[in-house]
């Protein structure tokens, strides 16, 4: 699911993207241990989609892309 999310953001897809990397978190943090590579990757791909579309880095916003980077790291 992440990997369709990706491919929307990159036809510029954007709602959709987000939508799927959404969904593929959610599924991602139901399923793997905190931390792994693959959560990691899946936060990052859903902040690159949020950044992509206009959402602020700013990490006082929870609607910004930058809550979602820091999970990532």
């Known amino acids: 699911m992440r990997s369709l999310g990706v491919v929307e953001r990159r036809l510029g897809n954007y709602d959709e993207s987000e939508s799927l990397l959404r969904e593929a978190l959610r599924l991602h943090r139901q399923t793997l241990e905190?931390?792994?590579?693959?959560?990691?990757?899946?936060?990052?791909?859903l902040?690159?989609?949020?950044?992509?579309r206009g959402y602020r880095v700013q990490y006082r916003d929870p609607e910004a892309a930058g809550p979602i980077f820091d999970e990532a790291a």
Do not use: H, I, R, T
């Not at 590579?37 to 791909?45: G, P, Q, R």
């Open 34 to 45: 905190d931390p792994s590579l693959e959560l990691a990757e899946s936060e990052n791909a």
């Open 47 to 52: 902040g690159v989609s949020l950044s992509n």
